[in-house]
Nanobody, 117 residues
Framework: QVQLVESGGGLVQAGGSLLLSCVAS????????MGWYRQAPGKQRELVAI???????NYAYSVKGRFTVSRDNAKNTVYLQMNSLKPEDAAVYYC???????????WGQGTQVTVSS
């Protein structure tokens, strides 16, 4: 019933920036925390950033100071501003959302981020 659609991925040179967006639609429940995970080839999926409905954030150590997660509750949208991108940031980035009043989490289909040196 809930769909998450990511956008903003693409190819960027090292040192560049990208803005990822994720819109939640079709939800029958209010959206709680939202955030981003990423998965590179041969590696486990890892947390990138989380933001609660109240605006509290948490970041992976590897992206702290370079990435910023934000949200617009009225639009059910979460953003990830990625600056100073490194080749090791290349991965498929997945948006997730936790619904209030229901178990589990919803996931987007992912958006590819490629960083060239």
């Amino acid at each position: 019933q809930v769909q998450l659609v990511e956008s903003g991925g693409g190819l960027v040179q090292a040192g560049g920036s990208l803005l990822l967006s994720c819109v939640a639609s079709g939800s029958r429940f209010s959206v709680g925390s939202m955030g981003w995970y990423r998965q590179a080839p041969g590696k486990q999926r890892e947390l990138v950033a989380i933001i609660t409905r109240g605006g509290n954030t948490n970041y992976a150590y590897s992206v702290k100071g370079r990435f910023t997660v934000s949200r617009d509750n009225a639009k059910n949208t979460v953003y990830l501003q990625m600056n100073s991108l490194k080749p090791e940031d290349a991965a498929v980035y997945y948006c997730y959302a936790n619904p209030i009043g229901a178990p589990g989490a919803y996931w987007g289909q992912g958006t590819q981020v490629t960083v060239s040196s």
